[in-house]
């Protein structure tokens, strides 16, 4: 009886922890090369579990501001949104858009928590990225 009631502990235990964690796509460092003046767009996707979200969250930051790149949560596919849709925007994507006005190297930070469930409490997440902004 003593076996079976350790064996519960531990699977018990083995289940609470093992909580979500963020994987990405794409995995490495940098995204790809941008130019002055030409328009830019990169999907980052967030895997291993649901994102929070909402218009009061904000999905990362920028470095150095003003260069002309934004990020934004990429809108859902129209076959998604029903009538129960209330809000519009997949919190496991985010698009870096814009139009770089300067070249250099742009450090783009993404963050921001998964849900949990009944075996894991939520965790937070982050992640860095660079651009290279080239002249034309």
Not at 6 to 34: D, M, Q, R, W
Not at 58 to 80: A, D, H, Q, Y
Not at 86 to 97: I, L
């Amino acid at each position: 009886m003593h076996i079976f009631k350790t064996l519960i502990v531990f699977i018990t235990f083995g289940i609470t922890a093992c909580g979500p964690k963020a994987e990405y796509i794409p995995e490495g460092k940098n995204l790809k090369s941008a130019t002055v003046g030409v328009p830019y767009l990169y999907k980052i996707d967030i895997l291993g579990g649901a994102v929070t979200g909402g218009s009061e969250r904000r999905i990362g930051f920028v470095f150095p501001e003003n260069t002309g790149i934004s990020l934004r949560n990429c809108p859902m596919e129209k076959w998604r949104i029903t009538a129960k849709t209330r809000d519009p925007f997949d919190y496991n994507c985010v698009e870096v858009y814009g139009i770089p006005t300067k070249p250099g190297v742009i450090k783009i930070i993404i963050g921001g928590g998964m849900y949990g469930n009944m075996f894991a409490s939520a965790i937070e997440f982050s992640k860095e990225y660079k651009i290279n902004v080239t002249q034309p």
